[in-house]
Nanobody, 120 residues
Framework: QVQLVESGGGLVQPGGSLRLSCAAS????????MGWYRQAPGKQRELVAS???????NYADSVKGRFTISRDNAKITVYLQMNSLKPEDTAVYLC??????????????WGQGTQVTVSS
C-alpha cells in the first residue's frame, strides 16, 4: 500500500517562505515523476512544479523564480521551497507521484493536501 504524507503548510505573511515535503512510503521501486499541484477555492487544480527521478523540473509560469522543487530519491521524498509568497499563492497544495512499483508497473497517487495561506 503506497501512501503520500505531506507536511509544511501553514499561514505566512506576504513575502515569507514555506517548505513543503511529501514522502512516499510503501513497496516502491523508484520515482517516475513527483510534483505539487494546488487548488484555490473556485479555481481549477493547477500544476505548480514537478520533478522527474532524473531531476528534470517543470514550473508554472506564476511561480518561476520563487519556488524550487527538489527530491531525494533514496527517501522517495519531494520538497517545494516557496519564497516571496503572495496572497494569490493561497491554496490547498497536493502532492502527486507517479511511481514505479516493480514488474513494469507504474501507478499514480495523490496526497491529501496541505493548506497554504498567505495573508497579513
Amino acid at each position: 500500500q503506497v501512501q503520500l504524507v505531506e507536511s509544511g503548510g501553514g499561514l505566512v505573511q506576504p513575502g515569507g517562505s514555506l517548505r513543503l515535503s511529501c514522502a512516499a512510503s510503501g513497496n516502491i521501486f523508484g520515482i517516475y515523476v513527483m510534483g505539487w499541484y494546488r487548488q484555490a477555492p473556485g479555481k481549477q487544480r493547477e500544476l505548480v512544479a514537478s520533478i522527474t527521478g532524473g531531476g528534470n523540473t517543470n514550473y508554472a509560469d506564476s511561480v518561476k523564480g520563487r519556488f524550487t522543487i527538489s527530491r531525494d530519491n533514496a527517501k522517495i521524498t519531494v520538497y517545494l521551497q516557496m519564497n516571496s509568497l503572495k496572497p494569490e499563492d493561497t491554496a490547498v497544495y497536493l502532492c502527486n507521484a507517479d511511481l514505479f512499483l516493480g514488474l513494469g508497473v507504474r501507478k499514480n497517487y495523490w496526497g491529501q493536501g496541505t493548506q497554504v495561506t498567505v495573508s497579513s
